[in-house]
T-cell receptor, first 113, second 113 residues
Framework: KAGVTQTPRYLIKTRGQQVTLSCSPISGHRSVSWYQQTPGQGLQFLFEYFSETQRNKGNFPGRFSGRQFSNSRSEMNVSTLELGDSALYLC????????????FGPGTRLTVT | AQSVTQLGSHVSVSEGALVLLRCNYSSSVPPYLFWYVQYPNQGLQLLLKYTTGATLVKGINGFEAEFKKSETSFHLTKPSAHMSDAAEYFCAVSDPRNNRLAFGKGNQVVVIP
């Protein structure tokens, strides 16, 4: 089985712009979670989608949003980028919303200048 | 809410020596506990997990961890370090009712030849 894929792998954006990141889960997995990883704050949970519905949400401002499509692929969007949004964004998939095994993708490295 | 404490951001260990990474958790419900490893420019790989049952769990690459409820700990060990163990290690906890992982700050392991 193919693993979790994330595109693009690297991205450079300017402050004030918006960005969309994409995640394709493992085939058959219906839950997709997003995490932000920074040197200062570590790994923080953004949100989880299951069957196209947001099931859990972390403590991030409304500039961070996501969605999930009927094929379980997910996108996250960050609007009005700030320098502090520079991070590695990781996507993880699992078979259902209460599965305890999450499989992570390689991440998208976002740099905001 | 769940949280994890990992002390000592950088851990140096000699090749062939014991690897010991400490993890203490806080959880309002019986937790699920995990150790992940992250190699440079990669996502997270699951090393091992504890959900229920046997408190000593064995994972990949010779790692194991023991769940101690009385001490709220889930320390990771490997009897003999190998150069390929150099990586960053994260302990995580989740509420069994959802997929939301709370991570510790991580331990950067350096293996000295």
């Amino acid at each position: 089985k193919a693993g979790v894929t994330q595109t693009p792998r690297y991205l450079i954006k300017t402050r004030g712009q918006q960005v969309t990141l994409s995640c394709s889960p493992i085939s058959g997995h219906r839950s997709v979670s997003w995490y932000q990883q920074t040197p200062g704050q570590g790994l923080q949970f953004l949100f989880e989608y299951f069957s196209e519905t947001q099931r859990n949400k972390g403590n991030f401002p409304g500039r961070f949003s996501g969605r999930q499509f009927s094929n379980s692929r997910s996108e996250m969007n960050v609007s009005t980028l700030e320098l502090g949004d520079s991070a590695l964004y990781l996507c993880a998939s699992s078979s259902d919303s209460t599965s305890y095994e999450q499989y992570f993708g390689p991440g998208t490295r976002l740099t905001v200048t | 809410a769940q949280s994890v404490t990992q002390l000592g951001s950088h851990v140096s260990v000699s090749e062939g020596a014991l690897v010991l990474l400490r993890c203490n958790y806080s959880s309002s419900v019986p937790p699920y506990l995990f150790w992940y490893v992250q190699y440079p420019n990669q996502g997270l790989q699951l090393l091992l997990k504890y959900t229920t049952g046997a408190t000593l769990v064995k994972g990949i690459n010779g790692f194991e961890a023991e769940f101690k409820k009385s001490e709220t700990s889930f320390h990771l060990t490997k009897p003999s370090a190998h150069m390929s163990d150099a990586a960053e290690y994260f302990c995580a906890v989740s509420d069994p009712r959802n997929n939301r992982l709370a991570f510790g700050k991580g331990n950067q392991v350096v293996v000295i030849p």
